[in-house]
């Protein structure tokens, strides 16, 4: 079936620093591919999403590009800050199921 | 424009009993979609409903139900809780239920079943 996988974490960096967490996919077809983030005690808020290969989806500095060769949908932000700590969950969703499929998601503690 | 309501946020319920969760969509989307999260399964899928109807179910048991009124608001009833029912119950909203749209997530409701 379906999956995602993402990078294990805690992954903790200073602010300022470059930003990249790893996410690939096994999927039937052409998914659509979500990051979404969720702030403690909240619920989750999409950040970015890439709907066909080679897509780049792109918000708030953070970057993913959709890669059908390899899988995968790596989120990047080139200067990470205090606030961008949360946990991060790549998803996808095929066709008109209204079905996400989830990763384990990744918490990011960003360090001043 | 209202985002996706949840009531109430934070539920305690004793083993045994049952409970109902609340779903506002955001006006005019026509599909919600109802997700369970726990630490150690992460979010996983219960069900969607569109325009009143179940389109699709993930694998919980039986005592994990739900429906869609005309209006779009969605509930999910849980019977006979169990201890590992615990967990935050996310809804989301999208206008088509299509991946086109994207998935608006509520701040979702916090049961814990002592």
């Known amino acids: 079936g379906d999956s995602v996988t993402q990078m294990e974490g805690p992954v903790t960096l200073s602010e300022e620093a470059f930003l990249t967490i790893n996410c690939t996919y096994t999927?039937?077809?052409?998914?659509?591919l979500f990051w979404y983030v969720q702030y403690p005690g909240e619920g989750l808020q999409l950040l970015l999403k890439?709907?066909?290969?080679?897509d780049k989806g792109s918000n708030k500095g953070f970057e993913a590009t959709y890669r059908k060769e390899t899988t995968s949908f790596h989120l990047e932000k080139g200067s990470v800050q205090v606030s961008d700590s949360a946990v991060y969950f790549c998803?996808?969703?095929?066709?008109?199921?209204?079905?996400?499929?989830f990763g384990q998601g990744t918490t990011l503690q960003v360090k001043p | 424009k209202a985002g996706v309501t949840q009531t109430p946020r934070y539920l305690i319920k004793t083993r045994g009993q049952q409970v109902t969760l609340s779903c506002s969509p955001i006006?005019?989307?026509?599909?919600v979609s109802w997700y369970q999260q726990t630490p150690g399964q992460g979010l996983q899928f219960l069900f969607e409903?569109?325009?009143?109807?179940?389109?699709n179910k993930g694998n919980f048991p039986g005592r994990f139900s739900g429906r869609q009124f005309s209006n779009s608001r969605s509930e999910m009833n849980v019977s006979t809780l169990e201890l590992g029912d615990s967990a935050l119950y996310l809804c989301?909203?999208?206008?088509?239920?299509?991946?086109?749209?994207?998935?608006?997530f509520g701040s979702g409701t916090r049961l814990t079943v002592v």
């Open positions: 006006s005019g989307h026509r599909s």
């Open positions: 409903y569109f325009s009143e109807t179940q389109r």
């Open positions: 998803a996808l969703v095929r066709g008109n199921t209204g079905k996400l499929i």
């Open positions: 890439a709907t066909k290969a080679d």
């Open positions: 989301a909203s999208s206008l088509l239920g299509t991946e086109k749209y994207g998935y608006t």
């Open positions: 999927a039937t077809g052409y998914p659509s």
